[in-house]
């Protein structure tokens, strides 16, 4: 999957780990005895988890990048960030994101977004309306940089060049930011939406085709397009539990509804295949550096 320069992206990221690898191979050889009453080195303490049995058996690259850097906190550094953004392909088969987003000047950067800085990136989009695109010292998984790297405009495969301001993305709209009551116009004008073909773009399936029911197979996430209570209800309420599933519909709050931000946000960096992997271990490295900090230095 991964092209030339992706490869080079990763054996940068991944050669912090190189004398582990070669320590982890002796001790197996019996030639290495760590003193138990010091502190283990990162590389003392994989041997010891090898042997434990606590290392997952996955040699692919995602795998690896949680294995053996965020499963133990590695520092991330600045530097190391700053070539992801420089980096094409670094997130998936596409431009470098600075290419796209490299100042504050909307009229030259989209979004007036500049991931070609530290600053840049923890300041957000410029353009209004200006909002910060991650929390620094969280989990970023719901926050606007993580997910769009990771989520899929819905329905899946919908092209980002399809507009997002048709009456039908409207409708939907006005009923989450009316409070998405179980009245009228959910009756009439937003419900029917979700369980008709081609409603929100040309060639794609109807909502209700994946999400049909709270049941998984063959509802994906457990999501139930068909009702107003399903929908209310969220995604993962078997699996989670009925007063711990994820909701996706906030009444009167657009921004932090996933039911809008995957029928508007498109995945970057733009026209990347929704089979693409959505946790790409460049995506958990910039993850990992946002809740160590998002530290400039």
């Keep these: 999957m991964f092209n030339h320069v992706q490869k080079i992206t990763k054996q940068r990221l991944l050669g912090l780990i190189g004398s582990a690898a070669i320590t982890l191979v002796v001790c197996l050889a019996g030639q290495v005895h760590a003193d138990e009453k010091k502190p283990r080195t990162l590389a003392e ?15 692919d690259d995602a795998g690896a990048v949680q294995e053996l850097i965020v499963r133990r906190n590695i520092p991330i550094t600045y530097q190391t960030i700053n070539t992801l953004m420089h980096t094409p392909n670094a997130f998936g088969p596409g431009a470098a994101c600075a290419t796209c987003h490299t100042g504050k000047d909307p009229a030259k950067s989209y979004r007036g977004l500049d991931l070609s800085t530290c600053k840049g990136m923890i300041e957000g989009s410029t353009e209004e309306p200006k909002r910060a695109i991650f929390q620094a010292g969280t989990d970023p998984k719901r926050d606007i940089l993580i997910r769009r790297l990771r989520n899929n405009r819905m329905p899946l495969g919908a092209g980002f060049h399809l507009p997002s301001d048709t009456p039908n993305y409207a409708a939907v709209k006005k ?43 063959p ?17 993962d309420s078997v699996a989670k539990g009925v007063d711990k599933a994820t909701k996706v519909v906030i009444p009167g709050d657009l921004d932090a509804s996933f039911l809008w931000q995957h029928l508007v946000e498109d995945r ?17 490295i910039l993850s990992l550096w946002i809740k160590q900090g998002a530290k400039c230095d």
């Design 219 to 235: 509802s994906f996430h457990e999501l139930n397009l068909r009702t107003h209570a399903g929908i209310m209800l969220g995604a």
């Design 268 to 284: 970057m960096p733009p026209g990347i295949s929704p089979a693409e992997n959505r946790d790409h271990p460049s995506t958990s």
């Design 45 to 59: 303490q994989l041997i010891h988890d090898v042997r434990e049995g606590k290392v997952k058996a996955n040699s």
């Design 175 to 217: 009923w989450i930011v009316d409070g998405a009551k179980d009245d009228e116009h959910f009756k009439k004008n937003v419900g029917p939406l979700f369980r008709k073909a081609n409603a929100f773009g040309p060639n794609t399936p109807a909502c209700t085709a994946c999400h049909m029911s709270n049941q998984e197979p």
